[in-house]
């Protein structure tokens, strides 16, 4: 009895499925076995009705499906052509070598195949498995053959397949598509943003050095615009960062049929409303949530305050490790969010406390409640702290254009170059992600830089953590002035992004 080759996803990682079919006499039954969902089960009405509408005879008698390994669940539709196969096969109405190939793929009753989610790990896994052929559904190809080394076959009708497979008929391999292609929809400008010289400048830093970012203003200041357009000015992804980002986006589902393979930062910006399962991932079977879908991208969290508090505090973990775990009965999956995190929040409940020309309706006590909402653990891990200045009616006015992206970009490319040069040869990104062992090996300071960090240490009272970040944003901003020291210029402007937790938080 030959196996029929079929792949299962367990978090980011794809295994192989083996298939295995045995019809014996006695009263007509079918069971699938091997720790199947009800998507799995299901399969076999799928399955029966394909044959018959196709053409083909379901066997009479007991027909038994084992799905190997037994000891992982299996969930979703995509093993109804490797089960067809298996039954036809096993029945002898075909006749083929097929331990080098694997199927994947969902069956309609009429046995024309639907495209399933998470085709990009499954076919790496066939590739790096020895596998010489993946079958896949015909609009799952353009998101598969984008992985070289594996022959991809797009496969519209079981009939279609059962005809290559006999000799009957031939069927060639998809033709690899261009890769890095420019999305036609082109991100917002930064040229479109008007006055607002400072929050321009911090993001620009947070850019150059994958920085964690709040900005904090009164409604219309133009939080959520700046936000929008901080992917404009990050650097192009690379072929790698494109397949890890492109296999979680496969995985939950959301890729578009047309550019299969993620070639723009993601942009990630989820209601407060959402869950912490939503934020972090979920399900019997894990799913990645929106830090993961913020892969490689940025994670824009508005009206910051209004997250519920465990949505909030499940982000301080992440941020750190750049990997989220998810713990279940069945196990432990890891997914990984090296995200850019820019929250955007107003100073209170009415948005006006601070603005220096509309008074402030909001008590005292109203006002602390509103901003002790989010907690000092997380605000400490928010690099730069920026305040959002209502925009002067000069700047609103003016016909002179702002710096565009592009301008900004060449500047943020020009620093992230220095720091892949920095730290050629470790796991190390951007400058955010310096662990504290090397800290003073890739930051050193000026005597006078080193004096005015020790001044704002001691009288800001400072934890170690936000000392570690003022160093970071500082040799962000020494990269961007392409200088290798850090001096007490770029310590006083690193300094200042952590001085609006004074202003706000410790009011009322």
């Known amino acids: 009895?030959?196996?029929?080759?079929?792949?299962?996803?367990?978090?980011?990682?794809?295994?192989?499925?083996?298939?295995?079919?045995?019809?014996?006499?006695?009263?007509?039954?079918?069971?699938?076995?091997?720790?199947?969902?009800?998507?799995?089960?299901?399969s076999r009405d799928r399955v029966s009705a394909a044959m018959k509408n196709s053409g083909y005879c379901v066997p009479p008698g007991k027909i038994v499906v084992n799905l190997a390994p037994a000891d992982l669940r299996k969930a979703g539709p995509l093993y109804d052509l490797p089960i067809l196969l298996s039954l036809m096969s096993a029945s002898g109405q075909l006749s083929a070598k097929l331990s080098q190939c694997m199927f994947i793929g969902e069956l309609s009753l009429d046995g024309t195949l639907r495209p399933v989610t998470g085709i990009l790990p499954m076919v790496i896994h066939a590739r790096d498995a020895g596998f010489h052929a993946v079958f896949v559904p015909k609009d799952n190809g353009a998101e598969a053959v984008v992985i070289s080394g594996i022959d991809v076959y797009a496969i519209s009708h079981i009939?279609?397949?059962?005809?290559?497979?006999?000799?009957?008929?031939?069927?060639?391999?998809?033709?690899?598509?261009?890769?890095?292609?420019?999305?036609?929809?082109?991100?917002?400008?930064?040229?479109?943003?008007k006055g607002q010289h400072g929050a321009r400048r911090a993001l620009e830093i947070a850019a150059a050095g994958g920085h964690n970012a709040l900005l904090i203003g009164p409604p219309g200041s133009g939080k959520s615009m700046l936000a929008k357009r901080l992917p404009s000015i990050l650097p192009d992804m690379t072929f790698e960062e494109s397949i890890e980002t492109t296999k979680i986006h496969s995985i939950a589902g959301i890729i578009d049929r047309n550019a299969p393979l993620v070639t723009t930062r993601p942009f990630r910006a989820p209601h407060h409303t959402i869950s912490p399962a939503g934020l972090s991932g979920g399900g019997s079977i894990p799913h990645p949530g929106e830090i993961s879908l913020a892969h490689n991208g940025v994670l824009f969290l508005d009206e910051l305050p209004e997250f519920s508090r465990d949505a909030m505090e499940i982000?301080?973990?992440?941020?750190?490790?750049?990997?989220?775990?998810?713990?279940?009965?069945?196990?432990?999956l890891t997914y990984p969010c090296s995200m850019m995190i820019i929250a955007a929040?107003?100073?209170?409940?009415?948005?006006?406390?601070?603005?220096?020309?509309?008074?402030?309706?909001?008590?005292?006590?109203?006002?602390s409640r509103y901003l002790n909402r989010v907690s000092g653990p997380l605000l400490d891990r928010l690099d730069l702290h920026i305040e959002a200045l209502p925009v002067e009616f000069r700047h609103i006015s003016s016909d002179e254009p702002a710096e565009s992206s592009a301008s900004i970009?060449?500047?943020?490319?020009?620093?992230?170059?220095?720091?892949?040069?920095?730290?050629?040869?470790t796991n190390i990104g951007q400058n955010a992600h310096i662990p504290a062992a090397r800290l003073h090996q890739d930051c050193p300071v000026t005597d006078?830089?080193?004096?005015?960090?020790?001044?704002?240490?001691?009288r800001m009272g400072l934890s170690a953590r936000a000392y570690d970040r003022i160093l970071k944003v500082a040799r962000t901003i020494a990269d961007l002035d392409q200088s290798e020291v850090i001096d007490h210029r770029h310590i006083a402007e690193a300094v200042q992004y952590r001085s609006l937790d004074r202003k706000y938080w410790q009011q009322g």
């Open 159 to 193: 009939s279609e397949l059962i005809l290559f497979l006999s000799g009957a008929a031939q069927l060639a391999p998809l033709s690899p598509s261009p890769l890095h292609t420019k999305n036609d929809l082109l991100p917002p400008d930064f040229s479109e943003v």
């Open 448 to 458: 006078r830089g080193n004096q005015l960090l020790e001044n704002a240490f001691t």
């Open 409 to 425: 970009k060449a500047r943020v490319d020009a620093a992230r170059k220095l720091q892949a040069e920095r730290f050629s040869g």
């Open 315 to 332: 982000l301080r973990q992440p941020i750190e490790d750049g990997k989220v775990t998810i713990s279940r009965v069945a196990g432990t």
């Open 345 to 367: 929040m107003n100073p209170c409940p009415c948005g006006y406390f601070g603005h220096p020309t509309r008074p402030c309706t909001c008590s005292p006590t109203k006002v």
């Open 1 to 42: 009895m030959e196996s029929i080759k079929s792949a299962g996803l367990y978090g980011m990682t794809a295994y192989t499925v083996e298939v295995e079919c045995d019809l014996a006499p006695g009263i007509p039954r079918f069971d699938v076995v091997g720790l199947p969902d009800a998507a799995v089960k299901e």
